[in-house]
């Protein structure tokens, strides 16, 4: 029976001849068929996996040489463009909407000869830290299906989880790659802003959208890494830095680190004490082990929540003006409409609650009497904890912190509760906000049985470091 534990040992069983990638393919697609409930896809490419999976069969055993990620076999947020598939958002209004073009990851994916086996749940437009705003039903947490997956990438957290997919690519804007995997026990990483190129990938909002990496090793996480970053001509925020080999930078022997953590992150009344307890433990037990771990003052933890609803919500309801009824997406059957009376019937019925209630805060924040209150107050803000993270990083090389204050809650428990789901998001939003890496390593379980991370955010473009940390840390 085909067994997964790692791509470097899938790829070894797959020259040995011990396996092929029909074979996984097959494992997978039985693995998705047993699992309806879990709503983790959306859409399955049967029958272009299975055609896939044997036409990179043939080329490796005629000897050709195999890429990256010959015939891993991964999954998608369906916020990720894939040429002549449909694209939704996890909304209605984009519910029958084909891509026309492939976004850039997914032409890296190809080209390394990955297997996409479909295309994931998620919040719609990415919005949201549940997975219980997706248009088409909530995903749920295959170590208890009862809670919640983590969202906005749900799906893609759940199929990692749940052997469903190698790995997953999801969408990380304030925490939607890192809180999903904290709730499913696995690793989420999302880079520095402008490592990875965003074309194809449906904007929420364009100055924090990053995609990220769901995985069960470091390593898996770090070889997908160096398949999808780096330079594109298409999207004029990716950084034109080299791409370091960042699943060979890993071979390291263990360093020690100079790591700060926020000390009022730790203290927040809103945290699970037992998160607490574990993470000062790791803390403690680091010091043990040699590394520098200090608490450091961060009095802005009040503000970070806020002010990324403000930014976000703002870029969002720009972005999000191009669904018009006029140029795709649903259309609201009216006779002969007029133009307002249609981009309003069209756009009241595409769209969900939860991203009806953010556009109107978003526009709310660009008016012209509050546009200086909110908004560019909030860019301040910004700014104030850009420079933080420099002086934090001009002494630490990484800061880390719960990823998320509680473990995976019911489905359904916080959903009249919209400030308790935007709290839930307190320990992600500092990296989006200021644009650097983060990941969340699963390294605890929680006496209810439900598993909890560790974030871990380095400088910009250090993504090196962080894997190399998290794969000491997840080893020990
Ligand atoms: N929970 C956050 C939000 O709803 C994060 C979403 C995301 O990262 N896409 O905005």
């Known amino acids: 029976m085909f067994r997964f534990s790692s791509i470097k040992d899938y790829h070894t069983a797959l020259q040995n001849g011990q396996t092929t990638c029909v074979e996984a393919v097959h494992f997978y697609l039985a693995a998705i068929k047993e699992k309806p409930q879990l709503n983790a896809f959306l859409e399955v490419f049967e029958a272009e996996a299975i055609a896939e999976a044997h036409r990179l069969d043939a080329s490796r055993i005629s000897g050709l040489p195999i890429g990256k990620l010959h015939g891993v076999v991964v999954g998608i947020k369906d916020v990720i463009c894939y040429k002549g598939h449909v694209v939704s958002a996890g909304s209605k209004i984009l519910e029958n909407f084909k891509s ?49 997956p983590g969202g906005s990438s749900g799906g893609s957290a759940v199929s990692v989880q749940a052997n469903l997919t190698m790995i997953s690519l999801g969408s990380d804007t304030g925490g939607s790659v890192r809180q999903p995997a904290d709730f499913c026990g696995v690793i989420g990483l999302k880079p520095s802003y402008g490592r990875i190129s965003r074309y194809g990938l449906i904007a929420y909002a364009s100055s924090f959208d990053q995609i990220g990496i769901f ?176 002086e934090v990083f001009n002494t630490y090389e990484a800061i880390i912190s719960p990823t998320v204050p509680a473990t995976a809650f019911k489905i359904g428990e916080k959903s009249d509760d919209q400030v308790a789901m935007f709290l839930a998001d307190i320990y992600t939003v500092f990296a989006n906000l200021v644009g650097i890496p983060a990941v969340s390593i699963p390294l605890f379980t929680h006496s209810n049985g439900m598993p909890f991370g560790l974030q871990i955010m380095t400088n910009h473009f250090e993504e090196t470091k962080m894997l190399q940390l998290s794969d000491q840390l997840m080893r020990s």
């Not at 403000?310 to 003006?321: G, H, I, Q």
């Open 100 to 148: 026309i073009y492939h976004a850039t990851v997914v032409e890296k994916l190809l080209q390394e000869e990955a297997i996409i086996i479909g295309r994931q749940n998620c919040d719609e437009f990415a919005m949201g830290s549940s997975n219980e705003n997706s248009a088409f039903g909530a995903v749920r947490n295959a170590l208890d299906e009862s809670r919640v």
């Open 215 to 390: 995985s069960k090793t470091v390593e898996d996480a770090a070889v997908c890494l160096e398949v999808i970053a780096g330079a594109d001509d298409f999207d004029s925020t990716v950084s034109e830095k080299p791409v370091p080999a960042y699943r060979s930078e890993l071979n390291q022997s263990p360093k020690k680190y100079r790591i700060a953590y926020f000390r009022q992150a730790l203290e927040h009344p809103g945290l699970d004490p037992e998160i607490r307890a574990g993470i000062t433990s790791l803390i403690e037990r680091l010091k043990q082990e040699g590394h520098t771990v200090d608490p450091i003052e961060f009095e802005f933890l009040k503000h970070i929540v806020p002010t990324y609803y403000v930014l976000t919500t703002a870029e969002a309801s720009s972005n999000f003006s191009r669904f018009d009824a006029v140029r795709f997406g649903y259309r609201a059957p009216l006779v002969n409409p007029e133009l307002n009376e249609l981009y309003k019937a069209s756009r009241s019925a595409g769209f969900g609650k939860e991203v009806q209630r953010r556009i109107m805060l978003g526009t709310f924040v660009l008016s012209a009497g509050y546009f200086d209150a909110y908004f560019t107050k909030a860019q301040q803000v910004r700014r104030i904890l850009y420079n933080k993270s420099v």
